[in-house]
Protein backbone atom coordinates (compact mmCIF):
# COMPACT_ATOMS: atom_id res chain seq x y z
CA UNK A 1 0.00 0.00 0.00
CA UNK A 2 1.54 3.14 -1.19
CA UNK A 3 1.63 6.44 1.18
CA UNK A 4 -1.50 8.21 -1.39
CA UNK A 5 -4.13 5.62 -1.21
CA UNK A 6 -3.95 5.48 2.20
CA UNK A 7 -4.16 9.14 2.65
CA UNK A 8 -6.85 8.93 0.67
CA UNK A 9 -8.83 6.76 2.25
CA UNK A 10 -8.26 8.57 5.82
CA UNK A 11 -9.47 11.28 3.59
CA UNK A 12 -12.78 9.62 2.03
CA UNK A 13 -13.48 8.70 5.77
CA UNK A 14 -12.90 12.24 7.27
CA UNK A 15 -15.04 13.68 4.86
CA UNK A 16 -17.99 11.04 4.98
CA UNK A 17 -17.58 9.68 1.51
CA UNK A 18 -16.86 5.84 3.00
CA UNK A 19 -18.37 4.68 6.19
CA UNK A 20 -16.43 3.03 9.14
CA UNK A 21 -16.67 -0.17 8.30
CA UNK A 22 -15.56 0.25 4.51
CA UNK A 23 -12.52 2.18 5.86
CA UNK A 24 -11.62 -0.55 8.09
CA UNK A 25 -12.13 -3.66 5.72
CA UNK A 26 -9.58 -1.82 3.50
CA UNK A 27 -7.56 -1.75 6.56
CA UNK A 28 -8.19 -4.89 7.52
CA UNK A 29 -5.24 -6.46 5.23
CA UNK A 30 -2.89 -4.62 6.97
CA UNK A 31 0.03 -5.93 7.23
CA UNK A 32 -0.75 -8.61 4.90
CA UNK A 33 -3.02 -10.62 3.27
CA UNK A 34 -3.45 -14.38 3.89
CA UNK A 35 -4.00 -16.29 0.29
CA UNK A 36 -3.24 -19.62 1.97
CA UNK A 37 -0.32 -20.19 -0.23
CA UNK A 38 1.11 -16.62 0.50
CA UNK A 39 1.34 -13.69 3.32
CA UNK A 40 1.27 -10.91 0.85
CA UNK A 41 2.92 -7.89 2.94
CA UNK A 42 0.99 -4.82 1.79
CA UNK A 43 2.92 -2.79 4.70
CA UNK A 44 5.97 -3.23 3.12
CA UNK A 45 5.50 -0.47 1.05
CA UNK A 46 4.89 2.11 3.24
CA UNK A 47 8.23 0.75 5.61
CA UNK A 48 10.63 0.31 2.47
CA UNK A 49 8.66 2.49 0.00
CA UNK A 50 8.21 -0.19 -2.47
CA UNK A 51 5.81 -3.64 -2.36
CA UNK A 52 6.23 -6.80 -2.29
CA UNK A 53 8.31 -8.16 -5.03
CA UNK A 54 7.02 -11.63 -6.50
CA UNK A 55 9.93 -14.39 -6.72
CA UNK A 56 8.63 -16.46 -9.38
CA UNK A 57 11.04 -19.55 -9.00
CA UNK A 58 9.53 -22.71 -7.19
CA UNK A 59 6.07 -21.18 -7.24
CA UNK A 60 3.06 -22.06 -10.36
CA UNK A 61 1.67 -19.56 -13.05
CA UNK A 62 -1.40 -19.52 -10.74
CA UNK A 63 0.41 -19.01 -7.72
CA UNK A 64 2.40 -15.91 -9.18
CA UNK A 65 -0.88 -14.51 -10.98
CA UNK A 66 -2.82 -14.54 -7.62
CA UNK A 67 -0.60 -12.50 -5.95
CA UNK A 68 0.26 -9.95 -8.80
CA UNK A 69 -3.54 -9.38 -8.85
CA UNK A 70 -3.69 -8.86 -5.20
CA UNK A 71 -0.60 -6.53 -5.13
CA UNK A 72 -1.75 -4.43 -8.05
CA UNK A 73 -6.20 -4.56 -6.70
CA UNK A 74 -4.29 -2.48 -3.69
CA UNK A 75 -2.54 0.35 -5.54
CA UNK A 76 0.26 -0.74 -5.72
CA UNK A 77 3.45 -1.34 -8.95
CA UNK A 78 4.08 -4.64 -9.73
CA UNK A 79 7.36 -6.56 -10.05
CA UNK A 80 8.34 -9.89 -10.29
CA UNK A 81 11.19 -11.46 -10.77
CA UNK A 82 12.95 -15.17 -12.01
CA UNK A 83 9.57 -15.03 -14.67
CA UNK A 84 9.17 -17.25 -17.70
CA UNK A 85 6.82 -16.89 -19.83
CA UNK A 86 4.15 -19.30 -18.46
CA UNK A 87 4.34 -17.10 -15.85
CA UNK A 88 3.93 -14.16 -17.43
CA UNK A 89 0.75 -15.45 -19.80
CA UNK A 90 -1.03 -16.39 -16.34
CA UNK A 91 -0.38 -12.97 -15.09
CA UNK A 92 -1.49 -11.40 -18.58
CA UNK A 93 -4.86 -13.25 -17.94
CA UNK A 94 -5.30 -10.96 -14.72
CA UNK A 95 -3.66 -7.86 -15.36
CA UNK A 96 -3.57 -7.31 -19.51
CA UNK A 97 -1.28 -4.18 -19.16
CA UNK A 98 1.65 -6.10 -17.44
CA UNK A 99 4.93 -6.25 -19.30
CA UNK A 100 7.83 -9.16 -19.93
CA UNK A 101 11.02 -8.64 -20.13
CA UNK A 102 12.19 -11.77 -21.91
CA UNK A 103 15.92 -10.29 -20.75
CA UNK A 104 15.42 -9.61 -17.06
CA UNK A 105 12.78 -12.39 -16.81
CA UNK A 106 10.86 -9.77 -14.89
CA UNK A 107 7.30 -8.76 -15.04
CA UNK A 108 6.30 -5.54 -13.88
CA UNK A 109 3.49 -2.88 -14.18
CA UNK A 110 3.26 0.71 -13.13
CA UNK A 111 0.42 1.69 -11.29
CA UNK A 112 1.68 5.24 -10.75
CA UNK A 113 5.15 6.66 -11.36
CA UNK A 114 7.67 6.03 -8.56
CA UNK A 115 9.07 9.16 -6.80
CA UNK A 116 12.42 9.55 -8.68
CA UNK A 117 16.15 9.10 -6.69
CA UNK A 118 18.57 11.45 -6.93
CA UNK A 119 22.03 10.11 -8.20
CA UNK A 120 22.59 8.25 -10.91
CA UNK A 121 23.69 4.26 -10.46
CA UNK A 122 25.23 2.42 -13.49
CA UNK A 123 25.13 -1.70 -14.42
CA UNK A 124 28.23 -2.51 -15.54
CA UNK A 125 29.01 -6.21 -16.42
CA UNK A 126 32.52 -8.01 -17.39
CA UNK A 127 30.46 -9.75 -20.22
CA UNK A 128 27.93 -9.87 -22.80
CA UNK A 129 26.67 -13.43 -20.47
CA UNK A 130 26.21 -11.73 -17.94
CA UNK A 131 23.77 -9.10 -19.26
CA UNK A 132 20.64 -11.27 -17.86
CA UNK A 133 21.61 -10.67 -14.39
CA UNK A 134 22.39 -7.33 -15.11
CA UNK A 135 19.13 -6.57 -16.78
CA UNK A 136 18.06 -7.67 -13.78
CA UNK A 137 18.87 -5.14 -11.83
CA UNK A 138 18.69 -2.38 -14.56
CA UNK A 139 14.78 -3.92 -14.75
CA UNK A 140 14.96 -3.39 -10.81
CA UNK A 141 16.33 -0.11 -10.54
CA UNK A 142 13.41 1.49 -13.04
CA UNK A 143 10.73 0.08 -10.92
CA UNK A 144 12.26 1.80 -7.84
CA UNK A 145 12.58 5.53 -9.40
CA UNK A 146 16.46 4.87 -10.11
CA UNK A 147 18.30 7.18 -12.96
CA UNK A 148 20.24 3.45 -14.38
CA UNK A 149 21.97 3.09 -17.03
CA UNK A 150 24.03 -0.16 -18.15
CA UNK A 151 27.58 -0.12 -19.83
CA UNK A 152 28.12 -4.00 -20.80
CA UNK A 153 30.77 -6.27 -21.83
CA UNK A 154 34.01 -4.03 -20.40
CA UNK A 155 35.65 -7.23 -18.56
CA UNK A 156 39.23 -7.11 -17.56
CA UNK A 157 40.51 -9.16 -20.62
CA UNK A 158 40.72 -5.79 -22.52
CA UNK A 159 41.10 -2.78 -20.01
CA UNK A 160 40.98 -0.39 -22.41
CA UNK A 161 37.62 -0.99 -22.42
CA UNK A 162 36.81 -0.23 -18.76
CA UNK A 163 38.95 3.24 -19.57
CA UNK A 164 36.95 3.99 -22.50
CA UNK A 165 33.95 4.87 -20.32
CA UNK A 166 35.84 6.23 -17.65
CA UNK A 167 34.17 9.21 -17.23
CA UNK A 168 30.76 7.64 -16.98
CA UNK A 169 31.88 5.35 -13.97
CA UNK A 170 33.08 8.41 -12.30
CA UNK A 171 29.93 10.16 -12.29
CA UNK A 172 27.43 7.35 -11.26
CA UNK A 173 26.65 7.75 -7.67
CA UNK A 174 26.68 3.91 -7.25
CA UNK A 175 28.19 1.14 -9.81
CA UNK A 176 26.44 -2.41 -9.95
CA UNK A 177 29.25 -4.31 -11.61
CA UNK A 178 27.79 -8.08 -12.45
CA UNK A 179 30.72 -10.56 -13.30
CA UNK A 180 31.37 -14.26 -14.19
CA UNK A 181 34.76 -15.96 -14.59
CA UNK A 182 37.03 -14.87 -11.72
CA UNK A 183 35.00 -11.64 -11.16
CA UNK A 184 37.80 -9.37 -11.13
CA UNK A 185 36.38 -6.28 -12.72
CA UNK A 186 34.47 -5.53 -9.44
CA UNK A 187 37.54 -4.73 -8.05
CA UNK A 188 38.92 -2.82 -10.88
CA UNK A 189 36.14 -0.10 -10.79
CA UNK A 190 36.12 -0.30 -7.37
CA UNK A 191 39.49 1.14 -7.23
CA UNK A 192 38.67 3.93 -9.80
CA UNK A 193 35.69 5.59 -8.06
CA UNK A 194 34.80 6.56 -4.40
CA UNK A 195 31.08 5.41 -5.19
CA UNK A 196 29.74 2.36 -3.41
CA UNK A 197 30.20 -0.79 -5.49
CA UNK A 198 27.64 -3.59 -5.24
CA UNK A 199 29.38 -6.22 -6.53
CA UNK A 200 27.22 -9.29 -8.26
CA UNK A 201 29.07 -12.45 -8.99
CA UNK A 202 27.53 -14.06 -12.22
CA UNK A 203 27.07 -18.48 -12.81
CA UNK A 204 28.87 -17.62 -16.16
CA UNK A 205 31.92 -19.17 -16.67
CA UNK A 206 33.80 -22.68 -17.17
CA UNK A 207 34.38 -25.36 -14.91
CA UNK A 208 36.37 -24.09 -12.46
CA UNK A 209 34.17 -20.95 -12.02
CA UNK A 210 31.99 -23.42 -10.00
CA UNK A 211 29.02 -21.93 -10.76
CA UNK A 212 29.59 -18.16 -9.80
CA UNK A 213 31.59 -19.28 -6.57
CA UNK A 214 34.78 -18.27 -8.17
CA UNK A 215 33.79 -14.86 -8.11
CA UNK A 216 32.10 -14.54 -5.82
CA UNK A 217 34.93 -15.57 -3.24
CA UNK A 218 37.15 -13.23 -5.64
CA UNK A 219 35.00 -10.34 -4.72
CA UNK A 220 34.80 -11.19 -0.75
CA UNK A 221 38.51 -11.22 -1.07
CA UNK A 222 38.92 -7.43 -2.94
CA UNK A 223 41.70 -5.81 -1.46
CA UNK A 224 39.43 -2.40 -2.53
CA UNK A 225 37.63 -1.65 0.90
CA UNK A 226 33.76 -1.19 1.21
CA UNK A 227 32.71 -3.61 -1.95
CA UNK A 228 29.72 -4.99 -1.13
CA UNK A 229 28.94 -8.60 -2.35
CA UNK A 230 25.30 -9.75 -3.62
CA UNK A 231 24.40 -13.50 -3.84
CA UNK A 232 25.08 -15.45 -6.93
CA UNK A 233 23.26 -13.81 -9.98
CA UNK A 234 20.91 -11.90 -7.26
CA UNK A 235 20.66 -9.01 -9.62
CA UNK A 236 17.06 -7.84 -7.81
CA UNK A 237 18.90 -7.45 -4.47
CA UNK A 238 22.07 -5.56 -6.21
CA UNK A 239 19.42 -2.74 -7.43
CA UNK A 240 17.56 -2.64 -4.24
CA UNK A 241 20.66 -2.36 -2.10
CA UNK A 242 21.66 0.33 -4.36
CA UNK A 243 17.88 2.45 -4.08
CA UNK A 244 18.15 2.03 -0.15
CA UNK A 245 21.75 3.73 0.13
CA UNK A 246 20.52 6.72 -2.54
CA UNK A 247 17.21 7.36 -0.79
CA UNK A 248 18.51 7.26 2.44
CA UNK A 249 20.97 10.12 1.37
CA UNK A 250 17.92 11.57 -0.08
CA UNK A 251 16.44 11.45 3.66
CA UNK A 252 19.13 13.28 5.27
CA UNK A 253 19.50 16.36 6.97
CA UNK A 254 22.97 18.20 7.07
CA UNK A 255 23.17 20.25 10.43
CA UNK A 256 25.12 23.31 10.11
Not at 128 to 134: F, G, K, L, N
Not at 183 to 201: D, K, Q, R
Not at 249 to 256: A, D, F
Request: proline share 6%.
Amino acid sequence: MADEPLRKLLEDYKNGSISGDEALAYLRKLPFEDLTFAMIDHHRELRWGFPEVIFCQGKTPAQIAAIARAIVHRGSNLLATRADYAAFEAVRELIPEARYSDEARTISLVKSPPPPVRGGVLVATAGTADIPVASESFETGRMLGLDIAMLNDIGVAGMHRVMHHRDVILEASVIIVVAGMEGALASVIAGMTSAPVIAVPASTGYGAAFAGLTPLLGMLNSCVPGVAVMNIDNGFGAAFLAFKILATLGRLTVTP
